[in-house]
């Protein structure tokens, strides 16, 4: 099993900036890829951001240039910072794990979701 929590969400002002944290922790053999989601109300859940292991990142159109995902492979987290908040960036964001876990004698990658951070920007 795996758990991922996410913080540092909150309100903020166009223009302004937050930094995502998200922590993995369970029964982990390896962390592949890790990622931001957002799922804004009415709208389907879109990627913002995802990095390898080896720290090859691939952003989402909107927000490349804005936002930076990074991660700690020993602490086994990743975060994400994001600058010059647009009020459409406003969602509630989630944290993703690609993650390798064994189960009765089996090993398989499944992809685990935390709860979600509530972005919002606006004035």
């Known amino acids: 099993q795996v758990q991922l929590v996410e913080s540092g969400g909150g309100l903020v002002q166009p223009g302004g900036s937050l930094r995502l944290s998200c922590a993995a922790s369970?029964?982990?053999?390896?962390?592949?890829?890790m990622g931001w989601y957002r799922q804004a109300p009415g709208k389907e859940r879109e990627l913002v951001a995802t990095i390898t292991r080896g720290g090859s990142t691939n952003y989402a159109d909107s927000v490349k240039g804005r936002f930076t995902i990074s991660r700690d492979n020993a602490k086994n987290m990743v975060y994400l910072q994001m600058n010059s908040l647009k009020p459409e960036d406003t969602a509630l964001y989630y944290c993703?794990?690609?993650?390798?876990?064994?189960?009765?004698?089996?090993?398989?990658?499944?992809?685990?979701w935390g709860q979600g951070t509530q972005v919002t920007v606006s004035s």
């Open positions: 369970g029964s982990i053999f390896i962390i592949n890829a």
């Open positions: 993703n794990a690609a993650a390798v876990v064994v189960r009765a004698a089996d090993m398989y990658e499944h992809e685990y």
